[in-house]
């Protein structure tokens, strides 16, 4: 018999439950939370309310969809952490309730580790290349920025990570202090598309190791624009395309001058990428234009697994389930990515 796998995640502001079985996918759902655009940022308790309108016929609709019934489910996998706490809270109650009552096991999944392990949900008709163990993953996100290196889908080294803000915030913080909306990664990339790469320049930080740091370039960016703008108002309007290629690309070097150096010390060539900036169109180019360059195999996820979604946590809740695992009913979320076991 099939393991049926229903996954469902609530870290942030995405209501998500999909349904894998034996790691294929039948359905992911998404309710997205359109009421954060007015703010400019995601706001904790109104994400917190959106997901509890939402989760009942997220999870309904994902059951339907994959045309089985809740008493087909093998197990039910959720987003314990890290994320916000509200959120977690929603995601977790029902995870748990569902499981009560329908008398079957309970999976935690750490969110990070299910965007890491987004290109192993295999869907039907396509080719479901996945890399070789171990490999290494840039993980990029709005919470966080790492290179991971991936020895078996249940275990992971943290090589580098953000001290600071991760690479998500700096486009969507930007964007914001730019006036161009949010969330600011896709509105960057749209307009990068369209401008010259080369034409301005920002400071990059000089990290250690393999280490990032982005509240460095956000404050250059800043006063690049501020001090612009004094000498003439329409600045951003008329440059905004050039100052959006301008910025992402010294992002995307910033990445690729650790990966490059993450690769030089681990002689590791199978390189993936994940989390919602490996939607980036730069960064999806330049990762398959080194990778050519330099002789490294690699994996990009599909557009619709990039950003949070269930059915990375239902591909993670499904190694775990294959491993044995299974989570208490008195389980708690967390927050921080310290507070998870694993
Ligand atoms: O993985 P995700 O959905 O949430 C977290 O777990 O953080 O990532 C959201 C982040 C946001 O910062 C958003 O601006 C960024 O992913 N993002 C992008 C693109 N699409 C989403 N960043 C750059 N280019 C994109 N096309």
């Known amino acids: ?34 009421v954060h655009k007015a703010y400019g940022g995601v706001i904790p308790e109104l994400a917190s309310r959106a997901h509890q309108i939402n989760i009942v016929p997220v999870v309904s609709e994902a059951i339907v969809r994959a045309g089985i019934t809740p008493e087909d489910i093998t197990a ?44 192993f949900v295999k869907q039907k008709d396509q080719e479901n290349r996945v890399p070789q163990f171990p ?7 709005g919470g966080n920025s790492q290179i991971v290196k991936v020895n078996s889908p249940l275990d992971f080294e943290i090589l580098g990570q953000t ?10 913080k930007c964007s914001k ?22 034409r301005f320049k920002f400071n990059k930080p000089h990290i250690p190791g393999l280490d990032y740091s982005f509240s460095g370039i956000k404050t250059s960016l800043l006063y690049f624009v501020r001090d612009q703008m004094q000498k ?27 990966l490059l150096k993450a690769v030089k010390m681990t002689g ?14 730069g960064l999806r180019n330049r990762i398959v ?16 697994f990039t950003t949070d979604n269930a059915a990375m946590i239902a591909i993670a809740g499904y190694y775990h389930y294959l491993n044995g695992e299974r989570t208490s009913l008195d389980v708690a979320p967390v927050s921080r990515m310290a507070e998870m076991q694993k």
Request: with cysteine.
């Open 163 to 172: 001290i600071d803000d991760a690479v998500g915030e700096a486009f969507d």
């Open 135 to 141: 490999y290494l993953c840039l993980l990029v996100s």
């Open 232 to 258: 003439d108002p329409q600045f951003m309007e008329k440059n905004k395309e050039d100052i959006c290629a301008s910025f992402q690309k010294t992002l995307i070097d910033i990445l690729m001058d650790k």
């Open 289 to 304: 234009e080194e990778g050519r360059k330099r002789g490294w195999n690699t994996y990009l996820p599909a557009f619709k």
């Open 76 to 119: 039910i996998a959720f987003t314990r952490g890290p994320g916000l706490l509200g959120s977690l809270l929603v995601g977790t109650s029902f995870a748990k309730a569902l499981a009560l009552s329908l008398g079957k096991p309970l999976v935690e999944v750490n969110h990070l580790q299910g965007h890491i392990l987004a290109g």
């Open 177 to 198: 202090m730019m006036g161009l909306g949010y969330p600011g990664g896709p509105i960057v990339d749209r307009l990068a598309a369209q401008g010259d790469p080369n």
């Open 268 to 281: 590791i060539t199978e390189i993936a990428i994940g989390g919602g900036v490996s939607a980036n169109s």
């Open 1 to 34: 018999m099939a393991d049926i796998i229903l996954g469902i995640e609530s870290s942030c502001d995405d209501t998500s439950a999909a349904v894998i079985s034996d790691g294929y996918l039948l359905s992911n759902v998404l309710a997205s939370q359109d």
